[in-house]
């Protein structure tokens, strides 16, 4: 694994390098633009930048408006505020009507870090689940954020993009990389447990497929960037192959990534399934390697879980 970066600076990066082949683009921030990484996208293309704002639920507005017109409005905060505090604008201004904005939501997770539990979502990825036509992506690293912000832009409908603040490793080859909305990836054939990873816990399993290798237990370990629509074929594939599956997210464990693997599987019970993430419980404030250590999603204890498991 090479560099570090984190998933909100590869957005910003993203939307500059999209603007040209995408001219109705613009890009919207409720006063954020630093944080979120759009700043890099105003001061490239000032003229097609919109600072709405501590004014999320307005932003919403503006951009379902602007998505009317021919525009392909990409608006962005924290994921707290993005998916939280604006949910029924989302939901009754952008999925009802099943206009074409993208919503760049930034901060997800524990690792926001010392801000503490207020600003800590971890139930965005349910929240926007349950939108009708919503579809769910949840980069793992900086060449999938990039791609996934371009696939995003050129798929038509909303779209729900979830980055973090913290700088994780680039796992994934920028020249032989392939990014497609709905299709996960194997990085990692095994044959003891499958490991379905999301977002930045994808680096962690790969460390923890190590650890247990060493161990004699052969994990396959499955990047799925798209929570909806999710790849159940593959999902179900891998499951009937290793019949054990172990969800590993840094969200909530209900209504994420996790109970999507489950709904999938639950038709023909294939397997049963572990989950790995915050259990029911809010984030604290705290250094986010700390936390992630104390919530168990760092590589050594999803290791841990899976081993467990696995007996």
């Known amino acids: 694994m090479a560099d570090k970066i984190a998933t909100r600076e590869s957005y910003g990066n993203a939307l500059v390098a999209c603007a040209e082949k995408f001219p109705n683009l613009v890009v919207l921030d409720a006063d954020l633009a630093g944080a979120t990484k759009t700043g890099i996208f105003k001061k490239a293309y000032p003229d097609r930048f919109i600072d709405c704002g501590i004014a999320e639920c307005n932003m919403t507005g503006i951009a379902a408006g602007m998505a009317t017109c021919g ?3 990409f608006m962005s905060s924290f994921a ?9 604008q989302v939901r009754n201004s952008i999925g009802y009507p099943h206009l074409n904005v993208k919503i760049g939501a930034t901060h997800a997770g524990i690792t926001v870090g010392e801000d503490g539990a207020t600003h800590q979502c971890n139930e965005d990825i349910a929240l926007m689940r349950t939108i009708p036509g919503m579809t769910v992506i949840v980069p793992a690293d900086d060449v ?3 791609a996934a912000v371009e696939a995003a832009l050129a798929y038509e409908g909303p779209v729900y993009l979830r980055f973090g603040r913290m700088a994780v490793p680039v796992i994934n080859d920028a020249a032989n990389y392939k990014f497609e909305i709905g299709k996960g990836i194997t990085l990692k054939e095994g044959k003891d447990v499958t490991i379905i990873a999301t977002g930045i816990e994808v680096a962690e399993a ?5 650890l247990l290798e060493a161990d004699g237990i052969s994990a396959e370990v499955i990047n799925i960037h798209t929570i909806k629509p999710l790849d159940a074929e593959l999902v179900r594939a891998s499951a009937k192959k290793t019949g054990k599956v172990v969800t590993v997210e840094e969200h909530s464990v209900i209504g994420g990534l996790g109970s999507a693997v489950c709904d999938a599987l639950a038709e023909d019970a294939l397997a049963p399934v572990h989950k790995i993430g915050v259990h029911d419980r809010f984030g604290e404030s705290g250094p986010a390697g700390e936390l992630l250590k104390k919530y168990g999603l760092d590589a050594q204890g999803i290791y ?8």
């Open 206 to 210: 790969l460390e923890a497929a190590k």
């Open 71 to 73: 525009k392909i409005p």
């Open 144 to 146: 999938e954020a990039k």
């Open 304 to 311: 841990k879980e899976v081993k467990e498991f696995v007996k």
């Open 80 to 88: 707290m505020f993005a998916a939280g505090r604006n949910f029924e």
